[in-house]
């Protein structure tokens, strides 16, 4: 009867088994095909395991789809249950031919490859036996899984991408590597190399696996007398397959948003003096000069920042060296999977500016806090204006221009009047002014709130502004659907905006009538950029620079540039290009390069002026290359 | 034919694919829920959904919608016994199928339709005052050549569904076909490429449509709706489905048909692998043929040597000296004694010097074997090796991130242990001209796609091996051992990728990555003054592109230089791997290459010099010109 029973299959799948082997060795033709014709780089090993991931793993989900899922579907299997034959010994038929014929395929499919080894590199048999072994067992593993499957009948697609889904998961979300496990750990880059045997542990998951799957395949086959199989086999209707397309659509989703919202770690930095208060880390590698001075300072201005503005903690803070900076330029870097402040900055640089450098920090330091939330443009004017002002603290009801340098940015950058729209259009201000002239203009703001309502109402609509932490998700469009400044300066300071902002504008006037001869000579910029053709896909970008008053004769002027991409945002310090001229020459430049007709730039011309202790820029424009 | 029967018709078509519609909606608003969960947006522009993952993303999801909906559209009518009752109605099969498509096109355009709202919804919320004018064109173009990829991947589906059960194994097949085309070399295949529609190219502000290969693309997806209406009209008519279509029932004529086209297709097959294996392509008249070479084999203590038997009398100083090289590679990284290194010295290498893969090395059969150069790319893919072993593999798990430290390892021991200064120099030349143009970025070096995608992905060399010099310096010169069993180790955080990795691969082996960094560039700085003359002799060309009918082109403008040469090489695509880009030979003072060869809507171009005492070619950015 088993011979019966083999005949049967024979007859009935003969044709898709034909189809099937001549697909594979198809497949393996191309799958080899650039080894073999080219060599080049390519390893025919290496390829070959490409072909048993992909072509083995069809090739065996197909005899089983025929053998099983098909018989079941179309009923068939009944009448096999008619004849005078167990069901099991049904079941191991199939798996027999099944496993034969898939078996017979890779047997082929890897003799015919160690042969072209053998014939390009000579006989490696340790090499040969480890990759018999590792496609024996992988194959093993794979066909018993794609058994299981197929009494799943009309589940069995779905299963699979779930399947994948999950080892996609347990990959991203766990600390299991998947990679490294069962028929992957044996599949993996060492495949065509390795000699020795594999590891333990993947080759012993795959058999397990793999035997886990026949007992598992063998359970659905006689379970309930073959009748959970046939249920399964049914075809899936229209709605249940979108049903099951939306389950699967929504693991993946889960799995993206869990992922998204999971813990970050804490970055760490050994060998490093740390400073430690509560709710704020610092930390400075030994090798920083003055580090542990450097740790604690730092640590006390943020820890008077985390309890001016009554957060509940701050991110640790790593402040590393680079020489190579300017004492002007710190950089953030971004920290992968991990919490924290990583800044980079030349600590003992000639024009260290320890001022300017907490300033920056603080202002880094809460948007890291607030997860980039202070960044909004309604309440950034705030955030910058803030860390100015944080750093010239305790004036209280002083003039503005007890801090002379500060109060001369302010009233060089500040338009007459200043209006809400500016503070509505601050990074556009910002882009225009410069961003320390635009900060001391931020600055002044907060001045004026302070000298015309005390320091206590200052700090409280500050820290409604600035120290408040949403969740990172859509909620904030119901919480911050009051502009969070307007309403804090009436909540906490009970001071209408136009009122604030007609105090500011009077304070601004006082002192630039007190110091008008020193903004009489500070110099104003003007660039012009013109884009000459030199095919009608090409331009070469030209700008001259003109400045009034003249500034010292020793001051050096630059051409700044950046490339934009196609939506407007920021110009990030880290695209400017900069094109460093003396004082000396013509106010005029060629870029290097050419352009093409349709790229998008920024240009501004810079020059320090001394007096401010910054650079003025001329604003930036954005140029579309015509 | 009344109109009512037709909107009868449609509403029935629509009630027909309405779970589709459902799940259309649902894939629709996942990314729009994603943000509203796990983003701010009011601070989610436009910029992640013109990433290109972002757009890759929506056209595989119109792909699987376009196909999934053509699979059952007209043949459902036949083989469920509807088709009759559809007949029955006073409209021609013309019309039916012209209701079927557009609604079934109607619920398609859906998801491009969620996808552009819902972008546009949260740029707007997250507008700044640095926006002139809100990105219409953007949000247009993307969503049009999303609902264009729909169509097209329907069109193809439609027009398969008639094999039923057989249309996934054609599809696939046809998937394949395109591959190997690609492979071998046949460019026109690439104006067929439906998935390039989502990979976006700006201008300025403008999302550049890639017109010609859309009409290309269009006039073949016209073609095959034509087929399918055709079929369709044949549905059910005596002769009508047999013919072609592979129903329940195959008669005779269908087997006969499928073995024939079996047959010619393995035979196609087999010709093509052997057309291709003899390179039938370069054997013009009047050229010469050798005969292949046997492999030889010798081995030593360390090294199991494969190579063409014409080279046996020049292996002896490569056997002689070979084990010298791994015992002074071994001397550096420390380790224990493995099994013996198999380097294969059979075959010429297009690219490289040399290969390493696991425990295996490839050198080009072009190599001189008595050359010291030899010994030195031995010693440099003996590196290679040690530290694949030295971290379990993992750094091939990580390479677009730690290719740096990879190469970088590998060039600093083969100049420190194997080369003459004047290597040397010419590398760190390089380096010293890049840091004078300030083109070297932390974010490109841990990033080795970014920087074949801006710069030149060969950098990794004269970069990295400075770097590595900058590490030794610091940490001693244990320390890249050190970093590569770092990355062995169990616990080591996955998925970390760029300076994440490095940061906490350096300070698991004790090692401080700003420290190093710091070094790096300081060490660059120095060159940039030692290697003064030659960075200045080394001129920033301007390249002019240029149109000439049939060719594209680029000009230098500026005059050539006196020393060196110049190159210019051409990429379809910024993502293209490096083997596939164009390097032509100028003509006069321009290179000139095929404009069917550049289906895109963009090409990019690359000028650069080429100086004898310079390890590599050096060049100026890539430029990315709209076609």
Redesign the interface.
């Known amino acids: 009867m088993i011979r019966t029973l083999l005949h049967k299959e024979w007859i009935q799948h003969r044709a898709a088994l034909a189809?099937l082997v001549?697909l594979v060795w198809?497949?393996w033709?191309?799958a080899m095909?650039?080894v073999?014709?080219?060599?080049?780089?390519l390893?025919l090993l290496?390829q070959f395991r490409n072909f048993v991931l992909v072509y083995g793993i069809l090739a065996a989900s197909w005899i089983c789809h025929r053998l099983i899922a098909l018989e079941y579907r179309g009923r068939t299997q009944l009448f096999l249950e008619g004849l005078p034959v167990s069901r099991p010994a049904m079941v191991v038929v199939k798996y027999g031919v099944g496993m034969t014929v898939f078996l017979g395929l890779l047997a082929g499919t890897t003799l015919l490859t160690l042969a072209f080894q053998t014939l390009?590199?000579?006989l490696?048999a340790s090499l040969s036996a480890m990759v018999a072994l590792r496609v024996g067992a992988v194959g093993w593993f794979f066909f018993n899984l794609c058994f299981v499957m197929a009494f799943a009948g009309r589940y069995r697609f779905a299963i699979w991408i779930g399947l994948l889904l999950t080892l996609l998961a347990v990959?991203?979300l766990t600390?299991v590597?998947v990679?490294e496990v069962g028929p992957f750990g044996l599949m993996?880059?060492?495949f065509?190399?390795?000699?020795?045997w594999p590891r333990l542990g993947a080759l012993g998951s795959t058999l397990v696996g793999g035997t886990l799957c026949l007992v598992g395949a063998l359970a659905m086959g006689w379970m309930r007398e073959g009748s959970v199989a046939a249920l399964l086999a049914e075809n899936m209707s229209?709605?249940e397959?979108?049903m099951v397309?939306?389950v699967l659509?929504g693991g993946?989703?889960a799995v993206?948003?869990l992922d998204?919202?999971r813990q970050k770690?804490p970055?760490?930095?050994?060998?490093a003096a740390v400073d430690s208060r509560p709710g704020v880390v610092v930390k400075v590698?030994w090798?920083v000069t003055d580090a542990s001075r450097r740790a604690r300072v730092t640590a006390d201005h943020l820890s008077a920042v985390r309890q001016f503005l009554d957060l509940p903690s701050l991110p640790p803070v790593f402040l590393?060296?680079?020489?190579?900076f300017d004492g002007r330029h710190f950089e953030r870097?971004?920290?992968?999977?991990?919490e924290g402040v990583?800044v980079?900055a030349n600590f003992s640089a000639a024009d260290w500016d320890e001022e300017r450098f907490h300033s920056w920090l603080i202002r880094e330091v809460l948007l890291a806090t607030t997860?980039?939330?202070a960044?909004?443009?309604s309440r950034r004017w705030v955030l910058e204006g803030f860390s100015s002002w944080w750093m010239a603290a305790g004036r209280g009801a002083d003039p503005l221009d007890t801090d002379r340098r500060l109060a001369l940015r302010a009233c060089y950058g500040a338009p007459r009047p200043l209006t809400a729209d500016h503070l509505?259009?601050?990074?556009?201000?910002r882009?225009q002014t410069g961003p320390e002239i635009a900060a001391a203009v931020a600055w002044s703001g907060l001045r004026a709130l302070e000298r015309r309502k005390g320091g206590d109402a200052l700090r409280e609509v500050l820290r409604r502004t600035l120290g408040v932490v949403?969740p990172?998700?859509?909620r904030?469009?119901w919480m911050?659907r009051d502009g969070a400044f307007s309403a804090a300066l009436e909540l906490a300071a009970g001071m209408e905006r136009d009122a604030w902002l007609a105090a500011w504008n009077e304070e601004i006037e006082g002192v630039r009538s007190r110091l008008e001869e020193p903004l009489a000579g500070l110099p104003r910029i003007q660039c012009t950029v013109s884009f000459e053709p030199?095919?009608?896909?090409?331009r070469?970008l030209k700008y001259q620079v003109h400045w009034e008053p003249s500034p010292s004769p020793r001051a050096a002027w630059s051409f700044l540039h950046a490339e934009l991409?196609?939506?407007?945002?920021?110009i990030l310090p880290t695209s400017v290009?900069r094109e460093r001229h003396g004082h000396g020459g013509e106010p005029v430049g060629t870029l290097?390069?050419?352009?093409?007709?349709?790229?998008?730039i920024a240009t501004t011309a810079a020059i320090e002026v001394p007096a401010l202790g910054c650079e003025v820029i001329a604003g930036w424009k954005?140029h579309?290359?015509r | 034919m009344t109109p009512s029967a037709l909107r009868m018709l449609c509403r029935k078509e629509f009630r027909s694919i309405r779970?589709?519609l459902?799940?259309v909606v649902?894939?629709g608003l996942?990314d729009p829920?994603?943000?509203?969960?796990?983003?701010?947006?009011?601070?989610a522009?436009?910029?992640g959904w013109?990433d290109r993952e972002a757009q890759w993303e929506a056209h595989l999801m119109m792909f699987f919608f376009g196909i999934a909906l053509a699979a059952g559209l007209l043949v459902r009518e036949h083989d469920e016994g509807t088709l009759a009752f559809l007949d029955a109605l006073p409209l021609s099969r013309t019309r039916i199928f012209v209701a079927k498509v557009v609604v079934a096109l109607s619920v398609l355009s859906v998801f491009p339709v969620l996808n552009v709202v819902s972008a546009a919804v949260f740029?707007g919320?997250s507008r700044?005052?640095?926006?002139?004018a809100f990105?219409w064109q953007?949000l247009g173009a993307g969503g049009a050549l999303q609902a264009a990829a729909g169509f097209l991947w329907f069109s193809l589906g439609l027009a398969l569904s008639f094999l039923r059960r057989y249309s996934f194994l054609v599809l696939a097949l046809l998937f394949?076909a395109a591959?190997?085309l690609e492979?071998?070399g046949w460019m026109p295949i690439r104006w067929l490429n439906v998935f390039s529609l989502g990979q976006p190219t700006?201008?300025?502000?403008?999302?550049?449509v890639p017109t010609d290969k859309l009409l290309v693309q269009s006039a073949v997806a016209l073609a095959l709706l034509a087929w399918a209406w055709w079929r369709f009209r044949k549905l059910g008519e005596p002769g009508g489905e047999g013919r072609i279509s592979i129903g329940r029932r195959r008669p005779i004529l269908v087997v006969v048909a499928m073995t024939g086209a079996?047959i010619i297709?393995?035979a196609a097959?087999?010709a093509?692998?052997v057309w291709?294996?003899n390179?039938v392509s370069e054997r013009l008249p009047g050229s010469v043929t050798y005969a292949q070479w046997r492999?030889s084999?010798a081995t030593t203590e360390r090294y199991e040597f494969?190579f063409p038997e014409y080279q046996s009398g020049t292996i002896a100083p490569l056997l002689e000296h070979a084990d010298g090289v791994e015992a002074k590679v071994r001397g550096f990284l420390g380790g224990e004694e493995t099994?013996r290194i198999?380097v294969?010295l059979?075959?010429?290498?297009?690219?490289?010097a040399g290969?390493a893969?696991?425990?295996?090395v490839?050198m080009s059969s072009h190599m001189a074997l008595g050359d010291p150069e030899t010994l030195a790319v031995l010693g440099h893919e003996t590196v290679h090796v040690r530290l694949d072993q030295l971290s379990a593999?993992r750094l091939?798990?990580v390479f677009g991130s730690m290719r740096m430290f990879h190469e970088g390892v590998a060039t600093y021991v083969e100049h420190r242990f194997f080369a003459t200064n004047e290597p040397l120099a010419r590398s760190r030349r390089v380096a010293a001209v890049m840091r004078s143009r300030?083109e070297v970025k932390v974010e490109e070096m841990v990033d080795s796609d970014l920087l074949r995608r801006r710069r030149d992905a060969d950098l990794v060399y004269p970069l990295g091996e400075v770097f590595i010099a900058a590490l030794v310096r610091r940490h001693g010169d244990d320390a890249p051992a050190r970093m590569a069993r770092a990355l062995a180790r169990p616990?080591a955080?996955?998925?970390?990728?760029?300076?994440?990795?490095w940061?906490d691969t350096m300070?698991a082996a004790?090692c401080?990555w700003?420290?190093v960094?710091?070094e790096f560039?300081?060490e660059?700085?120095r060159l940039k003054v030692e290697h003064r003359e030659f960075v200045d002799s080394v001129p920033?060309?301007?390249?002019?592109?240029?149109?000439d009918g049939k060719r594209l082109g680029v000009?230098i403008?500026d005059p050539w230089p006196a020393k060196g040469s110049v190159v210019c090489r051409f990429r379809t695509d910024p993502e293209i791997d490096p083997r596939f880009y164009e390097s032509p030979v100028p003509t006069g003072d321009t290179f000139w290459v095929d404009r069917a060869d550049y289906p895109g809507s963009s090409i990019g171009f690359q000028v650069g010099v080429r100086r004898f005492d310079a390890s590599q070619t050096i060049y100026?950015?890539w430029?990315?010109?709209?076609l």
């Open positions: 189809v001549v198809m497949g033709t191309l095909l650039p073999l014709a080219r060599g080049g780089e390893v290496d390009r590199h000579g490696d990959h991203e600390a590597r990679n993996d880059q060492r065509a190399f390795e000699q020795g229209h709605r397959k979108v397309a939306l659509g993946v989703f993206s948003v998204e919202r770690d970055f760490d930095l050994p060998d590698p090798e590393v060296g680079r020489t190579d870097g971004t920290l992968d999977q991990a990583h980079q997860r980039q939330r960044a909004l443009e509505n259009r601050w990074l556009q201000f882009e949403r990172v998700d859509g904030v469009l911050d030199l095919s009608p896909e090409s070469m991409s196609a939506v407007d945002t920021e290009q290097p390069g050419s352009m093409a007709v349709g790229l998008r954005r579309d290359v | 779970p589709f459902f799940l649902g894939f996942l829920l994603f943000v509203l969960l796990s983003h701010y947006p009011d601070q522009d436009l910029g013109l740029h919320l700044t005052s640095l926006e002139s990105p953007l394949w591959i190997a492979e071998v700006f201008h300025g502000r403008t999302w550049v079996a297709t393995i097959w087999l093509l692998l291709v294996g390179d492999s084999r494969l099994e198999r294969d059979t075959r010429p290498l297009e690219r490289h290969l893969y696991w425990k295996s490839r593999g091939s798990d300030d616990e955080p996955k998925d970390l990728h760029g300076v994440g990795l940061q300070q004790g401080r700003p420290g960094i710091d560039f300081a660059l700085d920033r060309l301007r390249g002019v592109f240029v149109k000009r403008a100026e950015p430029v990315e010109v709209r």
